[in-house]
C-alpha cells in the first residue's frame, strides 16, 4: 500500500511540472544557421575578374576547365588589290593631235578602221614594234618619247575613259595617242592575278608590255581582257603602252580600260583632268 501511494504522489508531481513549462521545438537541420545565412538576392555570384581557378567558395564546384580555343588563325591573304601607289602612280597620257601621213610606205597600206599598218606610222619613230629587229630597243625609245613630253602621270588607275573629237581625213591621215603605265609587282606576289580590260574602242588600239606586242583591237570588235602573268617581271619595273590610232573623222576613244588583280579593279593615283580635243 504504501508503494502505491508514493507512485500516485510521484505521477501527480510530474503532471504540474509538464503544465507550467512549454515544450520548444526546432525545425528540422538545414545545414547552414539561419542567422548567418547571406541575402540571396544580392548576393554577386559571378565570377571575379581573374579568377585563380579556385573552386567556388559557395557551392565548392570546380572552375570552368574548358579548353582554349586551339583553332589556327586564318592566314589566307586578304582578297585586296594593292597599294596603288605600290603598283603604279597612274597613266601617262600624250596626245599630240599630230595629222600623220599613213600613205608614205606601199608596204603599210591602211585601208579600214584600225588597220593594224596604221601603227606603222606611229610619231616616235618605232613603227609600232612592227617588223623591229630589236623589240626592247624600239619599246624603251617609244617610252622615252612619251615620258618626255608627259613626265608625270595624268590620270588615276581605275575604270579608264578617253575621248576626244576628230576631223582626220579617212584612211590618208591618223592622229596617236599614247597611254603609258609603268606598275611593279612584288614577288610575293601572283602576277597571274593580273589582266587588262578594255571596252569598246574608236578607231582601234595597240597593245604593248615589256618590249612585246600582246594584241590588237579594231572599232566594231567590242572589248577585250588580255592576261598579264607570263609578261609580268617581278620585283622591277614593268611597262604597257597602249596606242590608239584614229583614222577617220568624227572621235576616238577608249571605254573601261582598267587594271584588275583577281576579281578586284586596282585603282588610285593622281585626280584625272580634264579631257580635251587638241587644237590642229
Known amino acids: 500500500m504504501i508503494a502505491i501511494a508514493m507512485r ?6 510530474l503532471g504540474i511540472g509538464c503544465s507550467e513549462y512549454s515544450v520548444v521545438t526546432k525545425p528540422p537541420f538545414t545545414g ?16 571575379p575578374v581573374g579568377d585563380s581557378g579556385a ?10 576547365t574548358d579548353p582554349p580555343d586551339t583553332d589556327p588563325p586564318d592566314t589566307d591573304p586578304p582578297d585586296t588589290p594593292p597599294v596603288p601607289d605600290e603598283f603604279s602612280l597612274g597613266w601617262h597620257i600624250l596626245d599630240e ?17 584600225g588597220d593594224t599598218d596604221s601603227y606603222w606610222y606611229e610619231p616616235s619613230g618605232n613603227h609600232g614594234l612592227i617588223d623591229s629587229s630589236d623589240p626592247d630597243a624600239s619599246f624603251a625609245s617609244m617610252r622615252d618619247y612619251v615620258l618626255e613630253r ?5 590620270h588615276a588607275l581605275g575604270n579608264l575613259h578617253y575621248y576626244a573629237d576628230s576631223d582626220v581625213t579617212s584612211f590618208r591621215y591618223a592622229t596617236f595617242t599614247y597611254i603609258l603605265c609603268d606598275f ?3 614577288s610575293g606576289d601572283d ?6 580590260d578594255t571596252g569598246p574602242v574608236d578607231d582601234g588600239i595597240e597593245v604593248l608590255i615589256n618590249g612585246q606586242i ?4 579594231r572599232l566594231d570588235e567590242g572589248g577585250d581582257s588580255w592576261d598579264l602573268g607570263d609578261h609580268i617581271q617581278l620585283d622591277s619595273r614593268n611597262t604597257l603602252i597602249v596606242i590608239l590610232v584614229d583614222n577617220a573623222e568624227r572621235n576616238k576613244f577608249i571605254q573601261d580600260m582598267a587594271f584588275w588583280r583577281g576579281d578586284i579593279m586596282v585603282t588610285g593615283g593622281p585626280t584625272p583632268p580634264p579631257v580635251f580635243s587638241p587644237s590642229h
Open 32 to 47: 547552414a544557421s539561419d542567422s548567418a545565412a547571406p541575402d540571396e538576392e544580392s548576393q554577386d555570384t559571378s565570377s
Open 150 to 154: 608627259v613626265p608625270d602621270p595624268t
Open 191 to 196: 602576277p597571274d592575278l593580273y589582266r587588262l
Open 55 to 64: 573552386p567556388d567558395e559557395e557551392t565548392g564546384d570546380p572552375p570552368d
Open 97 to 113: 593631235g599630230e595629222w600623220v601621213s599613213t600613205t608614205t610606205d606601199p608596204a603599210h597600206q591602211v585601208t579600214y578602221h
Open 214 to 217: 600582246l594584241d590588237f583591237l
Open 184 to 186: 611593279w609587282v612584288e
Open 8 to 13: 500516485f504522489v510521484l505521477l501527480c508531481v
